[in-house]
């Protein structure tokens, strides 16, 4: 069985070390040393300041809304934030649980990130930000993004989920925006298990948000505001800290499989086009295919032989009825469609990756020569 995503767990003898330290202090959660030692430790391996680890990255995104006060209304009605379909659920999902209004703009058809020239006739005068994913951690069209927002007067937050150490020229992808969030989600490319972390611009945003992760509490009497508990713990910071020690391994590994699978399909599929200057940190292996059909019967042969690819990201959420209805984005719509992501994940052998290879060549080819 070859699944597509598989958590990476680290050296159980040096987890074991951080646990006895967990048990030594008895300091379980409230921003523990070990919180504190992961905070220190990713804005050094990222190269960022203002980094506030969290229990998730739906949370991530929803405070860093509450920070930016995107949430407020606006002449008594709700905000609206212009955000992209070609997303995993949580991005929008997010949105709708503080109030706020998903307003979809389509994605570029080669880019698959948000169409900046999608987002200017999406603007209304109840907006006020704008949410980009950098998919697959490809990077957005950054400077055109914050050229629109400048211009409106619009908050942008970047949901990095995918994002984790992609650099856009030399520099960290995460110092774009006002914000930006992660996800280190057990499957994502590096995982504290559930937790995630936000990435502000400015100090006193940040200083804001680790009120609201707390309940509003200041002090040991005094409260401000109406905060929430979004705190992560001690053992996911170890966990954390363990993967952070072994990333360079994982993420060589996943670009040794990312750059097989590019070599063994290329002129068969459609890659996303990368951003120029962009790195690339192999989170996700997707591919396009020439139509719905040739999908779903790649998703067939693959499962006849216990091979688990996934339609990620399906449907198109302006299909989905709970979110938005409104505006339809027919490149989204379209891709959703025709898209699959491969098995990916560091112990994935060479020869797995061979084998995947043969299954999507030979359905293609028998489907050509029919
Ligand atoms: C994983 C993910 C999230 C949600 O993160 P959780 O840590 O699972 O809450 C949000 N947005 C995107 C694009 C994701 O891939």
Known sequence: MIPVTKPYLPSREKLDKYIDGIYGRNWLTNNGPLVQELTRRLEEYLGVENLLLVSNGTLALQIAYRAL????????????????????????????????????????????????NNIKPAITSQTKA???????????????????ANENNLKVIYDAAHAFGVQYKGESLLKWGD?????????KVFHTIEGGAIVFKRKKDFEKAKLLISFGITGAETIE??????????????????????????????LRIIEQYKEKLDG???????????????AYQPILLDSQETCVEVISNLTK?????????SPSLDELEEISIEHISQTSRD?????????????????DVELI??????????????
């Open 225 to 254: 505001g109406i905060g929430i508990n979004a705190k992560m713990n001690e053992f996911q910071a170890a966990m954390g800290l363990c993967c952070l020690d072994e990333i360079e391994s994982i993420l060589s590994s996943r």
């Open 357 to 370: 290879c043969s299954i999507i060549q030979i359905t293609l080819n028998t489907k050509g020569n029919l």
């Open 69 to 116: 006060e995107i949430n407020e209304p606006v002449n008594g009605r709700s905000a609206e934030a212009i955000t992209t379909p070609f997303t995993f659920v949580a991005t929008s999902s997010s949105l709708k649980w503080e109030g706020i209004e998903p307003v979809f703009a389509d994605i570029g058809s080669d880019t698959w990130c948000l169409d900046p």
């Open 335 to 351: 891709i959703s469609k025709r898209i699959l992501c491969l098995p990916l994940y560091s112990e994935l052998s060479n020869s």
């Open 305 to 313: 032989q216990k091979i688990f690819s996934r339609r990620y990201f």
């Open 179 to 187: 914000a930006a969030t992660l996800s280190f989600h057990a499957t």
């Open 268 to 282: 068969l599929v459609t890659f996303p086009v990368w951003k120029p200057q962009t790195s690339q940190n192999g």
């Open 130 to 148: 704008i949410i980009p994913v950098h998919v697959f951690g490809n990077a957005c069209d950054v400077e055109a993004i914050e050229g629109i």
